[in-house]
């Protein structure tokens, strides 16, 4: 058997030459386990000669389906993420028309009262002719 050699992934893992050739997917499974502290990582990748080929196949399972389940989880965060981020342009977006068209209304405003002044004063000249 080989000397242990540190994995670059998980720093304080040490998985023998055997096993990485033997169980290259499983010991990746293993390293990016989210449910296990460093020294379960340890355990499994140490105890993965000894065990059966059934034990294997069960571990292969449940590491599968935890990665599937991060993933899962991850694309609904970031899904969700983008939904919300959506949700806070269209609210922004509807601040800004809102200021605008306020803006709008007091322009026209003024304008129709700035009119209204030359209309005045136009008709008082016409009415000192």
Known sequence: MSEPTQTPAAPSINVSEEVRK????LVE?????????NEERQYWVDVLLIMSEDQIQN????????????????QKLKTGMGEE?????????EIRYRERKKMLR??????????????AALLEEIGKM
């Open 106 to 119: 007091e322009t026209e405003i003024k304008s129709e009262s700035e009119e209204k002044q030359n209309e």
């Open 29 to 37: 499974l293993i390293k990016a386990s989210q449910s296990m502290t």
């Open 59 to 74: 571990l292969r399972g449940i590491l599968a389906n935890e990665k599937k389940q991060v993933d899962e989880a991850n």
């Open 85 to 93: 981020e959506s949700k806070v342009k269209i609210h922004f977006d």
């Open 22 to 25: 033997k169980y290259p997917e």
